[in-house]
């Protein structure tokens, strides 16, 4: 058997007690934090709990030696992921080769940034549009489908979460800074007016923790702020109803215009 588990948003407490129960019972437990970052990586509350070592795996052992299957089909074997299972691609690939290869397989669910996010920020979780991901530029590699996605959700009059990219390997998180500065590149580039210096934006960081971060303001003052540690990640709001715009107002610290209508 073959257990996907959630770790939550934040660190190893924001795992289930379904979760906690089915570790201790677990013959092998794996963990990768490629696809999120967590605040303690090293899960010291939860091998003191089940008296289990966890091994550490990175994209390699999971996208092409697929470890955890090696040994699932003999054993009760726990993957441990930061968020919820199955939000990244990874995880439901190996689903699909647990079925090919008649292992059975159990998700254990966790809180998500894709609940969690809308909700801080006191927006709507319904009027939200297509979710995407800003990488991070390399040589030859600048694509402008995160500023196209939120042109299209605009036209809805959707809001737009967007991720901010990581490579865990290199131990580098996006900022939110980082984040808003590629969209005004983006932006130079194609001339849509679409994202701009006194567009609303709202940044949030350590979603999960007993403090996160919500900040909405214009991007020309968001642009220069200090977030903290990460993870960031970013909305562009599209039209707000009056409830949103207080929460921005009261709770984010967004200028007291947006009340009347100003995205």
């Known amino acids: 058997m073959l257990y996907i588990i959630g770790l939550g948003l934040y660190d190893e407490n924001d795992i289930s007690i379904k979760g906690m129960k089915t570790l201790k019972v677990c013959d092998r437990i794996f963990a990768e934090f490629y696809t999120a970052k967590l605040k303690d990586q090293s899960l010291s509350t939860i091998r003191e709990e089940t008296g289990k070592d966890i091994q550490i795996i990175g994209r390699k052992e999971i996208e092409e030696e697929m470890t955890p299957l090696e040994y699932a089909q003999g054993e009760d074997v726990a993957l441990l992921v930061p968020g919820d299972p199955l939000v990244a691609t990874t995880h439901s690939t190996l689903i699909l080769e647990a079925r090919r290869?008649?292992?059975?397989?159990?998700?254990?669910?966790?809180?998500?940034?894709?609940?969690?996010?809308?909700?801080?920020?006191?927006?709507?979780?319904?009027?939200?549009?297509?979710?995407?991901?800003?990488?991070?530029?390399?040589?030859?590699?600048?694509?402008?489908?995160?500023?196209?996605?939120?042109?299209?959700?605009?036209?809805?009059?959707?809001?737009?979460?967007?991720?901010?990219?990581?490579?865990?390997?290199?131990?580098?998180?996006?900022?939110?800074?980082?984040?808003?500065?590629?969209?005004?590149?983006?932006?130079?580039?194609?001339?849509?007016?679409?994202?701009?210096?006194?567009?609303?934006a709202v940044v949030l960081a350590r979603v999960g923790s007993s403090n996160p971060l919500i900040r909405a303001d214009r991007i020309k003052k968001l642009r220069l702020e200090d977030f903290g540690g990460p993870l960031h990640c970013l909305i562009i709001p599209s039209k707000l109803h009056f409830l949103e715009a207080e929460y921005l107002v009261e709770i984010g610290g967004a200028p007291p215009e947006i009340l009347e209508g100003e995205r």
Do not use: W
């Open 101 to 200: 290869k008649n292992i059975k397989t159990r998700i254990i669910h966790s809180s998500s940034i894709f609940s969690a996010a809308p909700g801080l920020a006191g927006l709507q979780v319904y009027k939200f549009g297509k979710t995407t991901t800003i990488p991070f530029p390399e040589e030859n590699y600048f694509p402008h489908s995160p500023y196209l996605t939120i042109k299209d959700n605009l036209e809805y009059d959707a809001h737009t979460l967007i991720l901010l990219d990581i490579k865990a390997e290199e131990n580098k998180y996006m900022s939110a800074n980082e984040g808003l500065e590629y969209l005004l590149r983006v932006e130079e580039e194609r001339g849509d007016d679409i994202i701009g210096l006194d567009s609303l």
